[in-house]
């Protein structure tokens, strides 16, 4: 028998060492692993990368331009000119036509080219900075896409958790009155159909607990997606829920600040690109200029043999500064100008926009955060409220003066208490999560102590 024991006891000790522990994480943990590992966040520091990149080949067109090039040709038949007749003692009037050249021709040029003065180039350079802030402000918008979305599916994880473990505590009241309800039964003080109205009620708790444990599971699977978690590891979201609005205070005082938001300066800054971009665009208009260095060689032959030694080589070089002068360009500059300064108007109506809509918003996740401060005091008045009843009523049964209808009947509604009350504790959280994200500071559940 100890050769059977102990194995056994060895095998169910390895296999409990074997399963993973769950791992309990807190909102401000939840955040930070689905900022670490959140895709569309990933996207928007690489186009950050990019934009260092675009940066810098923009302005390699103010560094020197060096090119270089070397053409074999070849002849089948020379090109022929005509040259006055009068150059090889004929009449005037008269042509003599010369072929020119060798049928192989060998050649080579090297050219640089460094600008000089580009009033275009000059005006467009505050531009890098600006697009380093606006591509800094979209990641900031991503992260408050990632927490706000993150934070919701965690607060619907903990309400049905929550909802389940209350289901769990109504079906162990209504498996002891069911017990109670056989002996009474058993000693003639119950009748049948009262047995059976209490295997319904729990038939449907059942039905609810496991809606509720498939819901679990799904918002938990959610939840490892938005974190970055394998599925196959256990991950168990807590926080403290006893007490809901514990930091009502903490959000009250919460006020909009408007040029502090996200979206406001995102627009400031397309507004101050495009006027950068339309003074860039009406300096393409001044002259610019540019120093340049050319060197080149050529020789010809009569045959393809370039490596002769006796061949003769003949170079050129040149050196000094070209001008560009824009005289017209069909209006190009004066149309596209123009559509720029509508892009303009187009901004300003959005900021005007922006700005009632955030008031809209901030206004109104106020009020509902209000709404849902006062409608969670009253859900917990009614669910005490329907749990004297329930426990009055049951003291009743057991002493026989009360009917098991009323005490099923109060017990109905103790459940659809509870239940009301922890959905009224999500949509406090929603509207805590709706008021930050209305006033731009979404960023404080990172440090929930803070």
């Known amino acids: 028998m100890k050769k059977l024991i102990f194995p056994v006891i060895w095998a ?41 990149l675009r940066i810098k080949e923009g302005r390699s067109a103010m560094a020197p331009q060096v090119t270089a090039g070397a053409s074999l040709d070849y002849f089948p038949a020379l090109p022929t000119q005509f040259l006055p007749g009068t150059l090889f003692g004929g009449p005037d009037g008269s042509y003599v036509p010369v072929t020119f050249g060798q049928p192989w021709q060998l050649s080579g040029a090297v050219n640089l080219q460094q600008p000089i003065y580009n009033e275009a180039a000059r005006r467009m350079a505050p531009a890098a900075n600006i697009s380093r802030a606006l591509s800094d402000l979209l990641t ?21 958790e929550q909802l389940l473990r209350s289901v769990n505590a109504n079906m162990d009241k209504l498996e ?9 039964l058993a000693n003639g003080y119950a009748i049948p159909t009262d047995v059976k109205r209490i295997q319904v009620a729990r038939t449907n708790l059942e039905a609810q607990r496991h809606n509720l444990v498939n819901g679990i599971q799904a918002l938990h699977q959610t939840l490892q997606f938005l974190c970055g978690i394998p599925f196959d590891d256990p991950f168990d979201p807590v926080e403290e829920m006893n007490n809901a609005a514990a930091d009502s205070m903490r959000w009250q005082s919460l006020s909009l600040e408007l040029e502090s938001t996200t979206e406001y300066r995102l627009l400031q800054r397309q ?29 010809q032959r009569p045959d393809a043999n370039f490596l002769d030694p006796y061949r003769r080589w003949f170079g050129m070089a040149a050196v000094g500064f070209k001008l560009h002068v824009p005289v017209f360009d069909g209006f190009r500059r004066r149309r ?35 709404g849902a401060i006062q409608m969670l005091r009253t ?72």
């Not at 000790?13 to 895709?39: H, M």
């Not at 009155?177 to 009474?184: E, F, V």
């Not at 300064?341 to 109506?349: P, Q, R, T």
């Open 12 to 52: 169910f000790a390895l296999s409990a060492l074997a399963q993973p522990s769950s791992r309990s994480v807190s909102l401000g943990e939840t955040l930070d692993l689905a900022l670490a590992n959140s895709v569309q966040l990933h996207k928007a520091r690489l186009d950050r990368q990019n934009l260092e």
């Open 176 to 184: 002891a009155l069911k017990r109670m309800a056989d002996l009474q």
């Open 271 to 299: 507004l101050e690109l495009n006027r950068i971009q339309t003074r860039s665009l009406r300096a393409e208009g001044a002259p610019s200029l540019n120093a340049y260095l050319a060197g080149a060689f050529q020789t």
């Open 336 to 370: 596209k100008a123009a559509q720029m300064a509508i892009e303009s108007l187009k901004f300003e109506e959005d900021r005007r926009q922006l700005s009632q809509a955030k008031q809209l918003e901030f206004y109104q996740a106020r009020n509902q955060f209000q």
């Open 140 to 160: 900031t918008r991503s992260e408050e896409e990632v927490i706000f979305n993150t934070a919701t599916v965690f607060y619907q994880t903990l309400q049905t």
């Open 379 to 450: 859900q917990e008045d009614n669910v005490a409220l329907a749990r004297d009843i329930t426990d009055k009523l049951m003291l009743q049964y057991k002493e026989g003066v009360a009917p098991l209808t009323d005490l099923l009947n109060a017990q109905t509604a103790l459940i659809e208490a509870e239940t009301n009350y922890w959905q009224q504790v999500f949509n406090y959280k929603l509207a805590v999560l709706k008021l930050l994200k209305a006033a731009g500071r979404l960023q404080v559940l990172l440090k929930p102590g803070e």
